[in-house]
């Protein structure tokens, strides 16, 4: 039998160890200003949603705010609409729309809802905007990070960030502004605003400035959930923003008059323009990534440097894998995007939005809901005639004055007793309606009957809504 000796296990010095990072270091990205179609489409959806969004609470309609969402009241205000807490389905509905948009412009173009009209990418060209008149563009931005601390960096710095808290304080109060009377809001700012309203104005103005401030691609690239799972939703024929390999390679350096055939290059000249002008900092020559949104700000910069070569555009272009793999013409890759997916899915969508829409229009505003008193026995309320006490909650949804009449069928000689009509019940208003229903005690036989409670409108137009419930009648 052989002895056996133990094993030794060599030490490695922690000093001569590999250091592991558990998590990547963060590069400041300088991204640089661009010209172009589809820079001039940013500033469009920039203007256009902050329109409607700083906008939207300073409107009027029937001498209240146009878009108000009063949690307190549990009405939400949109336009001419009213919405109550049972009308939840069209919460629901919308959900479902928002969805299948999204499914439906990622299947066709990828994040392009990322890339124009995404509150992260919004704020954050709106400040990056700021930046660039207080700072300067990219190269000046980079200097004067790289110099040390003096009055003139102060000054800058102080005012760039002056403006983005100026900026996102205005936009949480406009965000409280949708939940509280936006004037009523700006006239309690001295001193009367309320708990709450205090801490979502400062909690989603810091929420802005954190992240179109600070974090801005981290956001994109790390917290957004929609980064990781939107290549489930793309094909080859999805549209991406895409580098033609087969063209621009081999890159290389060269003059405007240099051949870049008889020089064995392709037309890309390894300028990096498109990563200097990523937001998120990728070089997209690198094929499809995940951190891309979509914003083709790498398009618009390429294409600059095409026109001064002298090159055709689109050496990054919109376009889909199949398209690129095939050399297909531009007339072709588009005739693919109407494919049996996003035909599906817009036909869904245009369905779903049509019934929604019609069932906006045909909505009745009033609702009642009816309930029998079960804490009173049917009883006999003079010789031969019997009673039963109910509750009727009438909700009038629409913004006018309305009066209402009850009336009840379902058993001979069956009347509504104790309650003064017309009922007037007030614009956006419920009224609880104490009331008895009377009848014959040979209306039936004893036990309990099917009736049907009838409330209508008595003014210009016509509501009427029919509520069942049930009528006792007592053994002799």
């Known amino acids: ?98 969805a299948l948009s999204l499914f439906l412009f990622t299947a066709i173009a990828g994040r392009v809802w990322c ?107 790390y917290m957004c959930p929609y980064a990781r799972f939107q290549s489930v939703m793309f094909d080859k024929d999805t549209l991406i923003i895409a580098y033609d390999e087969a063209r621009g390679e081999p890159r290389g350096a060269r003059s405007r008059k240099a051949d870049p055939r008889a020089a064995g290059l392709g037309d890309c000249i390894n300028c990096s323009i498109c990563v200097q002008v990523c937001p998120t900092g990728i070089d997209i020559r690198q094929g499809l990534q995940y951190e891309c949104i979509g914003c083709a700000a790498c398009v618009d910069g390429c294409d600059q440097v095409m026109d001064k070569m002298g090159y055709p555009r689109g050496l990054i272009r919109y376009a889909s894998q199949n398209s690129l793999a095939h050399a297909w013409s531009r007339s072709t890759m588009w005739r693919r995007v109407l494919r049996p997916r996003t035909l599906l899915y817009a036909a869904l969508l245009m369905a779903i939005a049509l019934a929604a829409g019609i069932s906006l229009a045909l909505k009745n505003p009033l609702k009642v809901d009816v309930i029998r008193d079960r804490g009173v026995l049917a009883r006999e309320a003079r010789p031969g005639v019997v009673e039963n006490v109910y509750r009727a909650q009438i909700m009038n949804t629409s913004e006018t004055p309305q009066s209402f009449r009850l009336r009840v069928e379902g058993l001979p000689g069956i009347v509504v007793a104790g309650i003064e009509q017309p009922i007037d019940v007030g614009p956006a208003a419920t009224r609880l309606v104490p009331f008895r229903i009377e009848a014959p005690m040979e209306a039936g036989a004893p036990g309990s009957h099917r009736i049907e409670l009838i409330v209508e409108s008595s003014g210009a137009t016509p509501l009427q809504r029919r509520e069942r419930s049930t009528f006792i009648l007592p053994r002799p």
């Open 1 to 98: 039998m052989s002895s056996s000796r133990p094993r030794t296990i060599p030490i490695v010095p922690v000093e001569e160890a590999d250091e592991v990072g558990l998590y990547e270091i963060r590069r400041k990205i300088y991204p640089r200003a661009v010209s172009g179609i589809f820079a001039r489409w940013r500033v469009f959806f920039v203007v256009a949603t902050q329109l409607v969004f700083y906008g939207a609470p300073w409107l009027m309609w029937n001498s209240r705010q146009a878009v108000l969402f009063d949690l307190g009241e549990r009405k939400f205000y949109i336009l001419g609409l009213v919405f109550w807490p049972q009308d939840v389905v069209y919460l629901s509905v919308l959900l479902i729309l928002s």
């Open 115 to 221: 890339g124009f009209a995404c509150p992260q990418t919004v704020y954050t060209e709106i400040f990056l905007w700021i930046e660039r008149k207080i700072e300067g563009d990219r190269l000046a931005r980079i200097r004067l990070d790289a110099e040390s601390v003096n009055a003139k960096k102060l000054a800058k710095k102080g005012l760039k960030h002056a403006a983005w808290i100026g900026l996102s304080l205005w936009t949480g109060i406009t965000f409280v502004g949708y939940f509280t009377p936006i004037r009523e809001l700006l006239l309690a700012i001295p001193g009367r605003l309320g708990a709450w309203e205090i801490f979502w104005a400062l909690f989603y103005g810091f929420a802005t400035y954190g992240n179109a401030g600070w974090m801005r691609e981290q956001v994109c690239k």
